[in-house]
């Protein structure tokens, strides 16, 4: 598809147990950015990838997070033991270049939503 | 570090009404502001954006922003409300390339 996919929407999980959120940016876009939604909580930035540059991962809340991005295209969010308190929806955006052009825009999938039970 | 601040939570307004959203953000370098909404049951998309030039910034749907560098505010506002625009509404900092970091949210309910 043309837009941002994001996998499972929604996950239903036990506490303690591992989960993976994938996310398959637009082709072509060189940025990819994870952010989790929480209530009353807004948009916290997790992780941003830019090309081949180390990733910017001061937003992970804990050890217990983690993400990867394979050959410049698809990221998986990784959250090993999960807490209740990881419950949200875990939204991914992409845009085609690091925004400092006019053109910069992130463009948002539909997120992942994780209960942790 | 970083941070943006919205300072209301839940706007509640009737259709018609005028719309003025404050944002406020802490960075004492050149920044590119952005709003996004996030209409019910819809992904976030983009309302509006600056990035230089002139600091009136006019997006879709009829909204507009005001970039004001020495009160490091970006507001939106919206003459006249219409119901199609309840949403919540995040306004966004970002220093020249790096992340884009959100505000919590404005929730705007507009009654018909």
């Known amino acids: 598809g043309a837009g941002v996919s994001q996998s499972p929407s929604n996950k239903v999980t036990e506490k303690g147990k591992d989960v993976e959120l994938r996310c398959d940016p637009i082709?072509?876009?060189?940025?990819l950015y994870w952010y989790r939604q929480s209530l009353g909580q807004g948009l916290e930035f997790l992780i941003y990838f830019q090309g081949n540059s180390a990733p910017d991962k001061s937003g992970l809340p804990s050890d217990r997070f983690s993400a990867e991005r394979t050959g410049g295209s698809v990221s998986t969010l990784t959250i090993q033991r999960t807490q209740q308190e990881d419950s949200a929806v875990y939204l991914c955006a992409s845009s085609i270049s690091p925004l400092r052009a006019n053109t910069g825009e992130l463009f948002f999938g539909e997120g992942s939503r994780l209960t942790v039970l | 570090a970083q941070s943006v601040s919205q300072h209301n939570h839940h706007v509640i307004l009737s259709e018609a009404a005028s719309l003025e959203l404050g944002c406020n953000y802490s960075?004492?370098?050149?920044?590119?502001l952005f709003w996004y909404v996030q209409y019910p049951g819809q992904h976030l998309q983009l309302l509006l954006k600056y990035f230089s030039g002139d600091p009136l910034v006019k997006g879709i749907k009829g909204f507009e922003a005001e970039f004001i560098k020495s009160k490091f505010s970006f507001n939106l506002r919206k003459p006249s409300v219409q119901w199609s625009d309840t949403a919540e509404y995040f306004c966004?900092?970002?220093?020249?390339?790096?992340?884009?970091?959100f505000g919590q949210g404005t929730e705007l309910s507009v009654k018909p």
């Open positions: 082709s072509g876009h060189t940025a």
């Open positions: 966004a900092v970002n220093n020249q390339g790096g992340k884009l970091i």
């Open positions: 960075y004492g370098g050149t920044v590119n």
